[in-house]
């Protein structure tokens, strides 16, 4: 008569496999330590553009008022980040498992902002034509659906994007972006 195996003591667990329920995940203090740093950074950023901003005296208008504009946002998204890995921090909610990351993707995308940046520094095409084009390419790259899916959603979020940057930095804070074929 034979005994069922059962597994000795002394035996190592069995190794977690990536796409399986033993996956292990990053630890929830890793994204309240990655919070402070983002809130500590933009808090530094935004003291030195004020203080920069004071020194040549800060226009609503002009060009210094972008830097504070720009850390002023850093810190509100890193606020909000750290707000939300605090509150999953407190509640100990598992999240889900995340698709195992591939180098396809980031290269492609690496690959389309070079070429994002060299349209708009070596060609006519400016800025709003060439930040349509990269949004949509990147937006296709990161999604899942089919692109006949998705690109016309994708084209209107990008000429509105595109548009709305365009207009806030030449019309508002005196930043000259290209303006290309585009009659703006």
Do not use: C
């Amino acid at each position: 008569m034979t005994q069922p195996a059962t597994p000795r003591t002394s035996d190592p667990p069995p190794p977690a496999d990536a796409d399986g329920p033993g996956q292990v995940e990053a630890s929830p203090l890793a994204g309240l330590a990655a919070g402070l740093v983002l809130v500590a950074a933009g808090v530094a950023l935004f003291v030195r553009a004020l203080l920069v901003g004071a020194d040549r005296g800060i226009t609503l208008g002009g060009p210094t008022s972008a830097p504070i504009v720009v850390t002023g946002l850093w810190v509100v998204v890193a606020v909000a980040y750290l707000v939300t890995r605090i509150a999953a921090w407190r509640r100990r909610v598992p999240r889900p498992a995340a698709a195992r990351p591939t180098w396809r993707v980031p290269i492609l995308l690496m690959v389309l902002l070079v070429a994002y940046a060299f349209v708009l520094k070596y060609t006519a095409v400016g800025y709003v034509l060439a930040t349509v084009l990269f949004y949509v390419g990147s937006a296709q790259l990161l999604s899942t659906r089919p692109l006949r899916e998705v690109i016309v959603r994708d084209t209107i979020v990008g000429v509105v994007l595109s548009l709305t940057i365009y207009l806030s930095f030449t019309k508002l804070l005196g930043i000259v972006l290209p303006a290309g074929v585009l009659p703006l």
